[in-house]
């Protein structure tokens, strides 16, 4: 029922869900002694329909964030299609076999974690450069962020900090990929702070200027600690199924 999408209290909840998030953004960027606009919040919209994505978009906010490739393929086509400036991250693993299909979805690919998948990108970015010289309206190759397995989990995908700047040297000097930043999953039993100032810290060491860090429950902290990009999943959106 498409009448029920643009239905004005729909918006509204949308649009105040959104403006208490920007709040207490602006609040934590302020106690942390950062600009107001140092970090940006992608609405990571998993397991939801496109209807309770699109008052979003109609209250203006145009970064979002999916963590499965076939559920981004059945969404956003359409919605990028039909509004302007959408920008859309992969917060989840990636299987090699469906790199392809990621980078025509994806503006940015956060969870770039082992050398099969960045060789596996440098060809699909050496591909495109050839069709790009045929068709100058080609998109941009997604930028990246490197997952960090901050908590050096067994389970956890994502480069141990030890192995962290060589895989850096290797995406950016040998494969000529664009990374831009690195970003975490704390562990879900110990507190996050610490590994986001571990994440912080690796970052200024490799230069990198963009932290992907932060979700429902622990933005704030992140933000005191220097992300650029906070995940907001349920405090948008409600809970998930
Ligand atoms: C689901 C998800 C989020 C959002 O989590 P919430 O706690 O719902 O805000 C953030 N990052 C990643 C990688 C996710 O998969």
Redesign the pocket.
């Known amino acids: 029922m498409p009448d029920m999408i643009s239905a004005p209290e729909t918006t509204d909840a949308a649009a105040q869900k959104l403006a208490e998030i920007h709040q207490r953004m602006a609040a934590a960027l302020k106690a942390g002694g950062r600009a107001p606009d140092a970090a940006q919040l992608?609405a990571?919209s998993?397991t939801k329909p496109a209807a309770a994505i699109t008052p979003l978009i109609a209250a203006g906010h145009r970064h979002f964030?999916e963590?499965r490739v076939q559920e981004a393929a059945d969404k956003w086509p359409a919605l990028k299609a039909a509004h302007q400036e959408l920008e859309l991250h992969l917060?989840?693993p990636l299987q090699t076999n469906k790199a392809k299909q990621a980078i025509e979805l994806f503006d940015v690919i956060?969870?770039l974690d082992r050398e099969k998948l960045a060789r596996k990108m440098a060809a699909l970015k050496q591909e495109k450069a050839e069709t790009a010289k045929a068709d100058p309206h080609e998109p941009p190759f997604p930028r990246f962020f490197i997952q960090v397995n901050s908590g050096d989990e067994p389970q956890k995908s994502g480069l141990s900090p030890s192995e962290l700047a060589a895989f850096h040297a290797f995406c950016t000097q040998e494969l000529d990929l664009d990374v831009v930043g690195l970003?975490c999953?704390p562990p879900q039993d110990e507190a996050a702070g610490p590994h986001f100032a571990l994440l912080a810290k690796i970052a200024a060491d490799l230069g990198l200027s963009q932290l992907?860090m932060g979700?429902?429950?622990d933005?704030e902290t992140a933000l005191s600690l220097g992300a650029t990009q906070i995940?907001?999943?349920?405090?948008?959106?409600g809970?998930?199924d």
Do not use: D, H, P, Y
């Open positions: 992608l990571i998993k964030g963590n917060v989840g956060q969870t970003m999953l992907s979700m429902s429950g933005f995940r907001i999943g349920t405090a948008l959106f809970a998930r």
